[in-house]
């Protein structure tokens, strides 16, 4: 389903259902959107134009590119949030590294000051909530507002940039460089929120589920920490038996037969990650956490696949393996707190962690 794109459409990939269809008030908040008439982009559209637009942002997010810049970023942003608590000897990880990190990441591509982080993280929030349906309407108002909000602040940035030689990625992505075409205000709003939501949402859940399988797995914390190159392996399985998202959504365009069942063209399907990650057909024994898997024999569907596979995977990856060293390197005899058991994430969709509280002792080396 995911490699067919013209069989499967991607055009409602984030929901089960529009939340904002049956909210009138929240559709009367976002007709006074200046980015009219909305347009579908990257992981909601298909054919030309999803090649279009993911050449676009490819061009001004290139990994190579960002990787040269942000990795020095991200481990001097990684190091100075543990700084803060390393010598508590205990910290609540989602707030404390799991959130910060990936949003500072955000901020830098915003080309904002980190003071905004709780703003954009504010935004996302009530995004990510409208998606997950079945909510409150006052939650789907809410999101509604906020979406005007960010998407004013978006297009006051854009036109600061329209134009000029700046080479900031809003700058980048408004301008079009190396071949890709210039992208107009509705285009890039859409582009901008995915990057909001998917630069943070699910980068904050596989360092949380990271941290959570170092505490809990009896071993791996030495093991990673007396052979580093093993790092990139644990993070895949985490990925692998973990996926921060889930699910996405496809819709038939004609009757299709899977698995033996027949399905009317225009249903909704949900893809489920999470199972198809964990498939005994595909991995022995599936269900457990297993560090030194070889993810490269049957490759997860994490990060999806085909031309819609995610654009910021390297950018994850690499936040995961320097965020992981880090801790290692820095703390010892890592552990959950009993007194404080960790909370799941209640979005649906979500495999993350609300809080992890975790205790450790700072290592004799990182003091001197």
Not at 349 to 355: H, L, N, P, S
Request: charged content about 25%.
């Amino acid at each position: 389903m995911l490699s067919h794109p013209e069989r499967f459409t991607s055009r409602e990939a984030l929901s089960s259902a529009n939340a904002y269809r049956s909210c009138p008030a929240a559709l009367e908040t976002l007709a006074k959107s200046r980015a009219l008439p909305r347009q579908r982009t990257l992981i909601l559209a298909d054919g030309e134009q999803h090649q279009r637009h993911r050449k676009a942002i490819q061009n001004a997010l290139s990994p190579a590119r960002m990787m040269k810049e942000f990795g020095p970023t991200i481990e001097r942003r990684v190091n100075t949030y543990i700084d803060t608590f390393v010598s508590e000897g205990r910290c609540e990880a989602v707030s404390q590294l799991a959130i910060p990190l990936p949003m500072s990441l955000v901020a830098v591509i915003f080309d904002v000051p980190d003071e905004m982080i709780g703003t954009l993280k504010g935004w996302s929030d009530s995004f990510f909530a409208a998606l997950s349906g079945l909510v409150p309407e006052e939650v789907v108002i809410r999101a509604a507002r906020d979406t005007l909000e960010f998407e004013n602040f978006i297009l006051d940035r854009v036109a600061a940039r329209r134009g000029t030689d700046r080479t900031d990625f809003l700058a980048r992505l408004t301008n079009g460089v190396d071949g890709a075409e210039p992208l107009n205000d509705a285009e890039i709003v859409n582009i901008c929120s995915q990057i909001l939501v998917g630069g943070n949402e699910s980068t904050i859940s596989l360092i949380g589920n990271l941290i959570y399988q170092i505490a809990a797995t009896e071993g791996l914390e030495s093991e990673l920490r007396t052979d580093p190159t093993k790092i990139p392996a644990a993070v895949e399985e985490c990925l692998r038996h973990e996926p921060p998202l889930q699910a996405m959504y496809r819709i038939t365009l004609h009757e299709e037969t899977i698995g033996g069942q027949v399905i009317p063209a225009g249903a909704k399907l949900m893809l489920n990650f999470g199972s198809a990650n964990r498939d005994e057909n595909f991995y022995r024994d599936g269900e457990d956490f297993d560090p030194d898997r070889d993810n490269t024999e049957t490759l997860h569907l994490t990060f999806g696949r085909g031309r819609h596979a995610c654009v910021g995977q390297t950018i994850a990856r690499r936040e995961a393996v320097i965020t992981v060293t880090a801790l290692v390197n820095r703390l010892q005899n890592i552990r959950l707190l009993p007194d404080h058991p960790p909370a799941r994430s209640r979005i649906f969709g979500v495999r993350g962690f609300e809080k992890l509280h975790i205790a450790f002792e700072r290592r004799h080396q990182e003091t001197e």
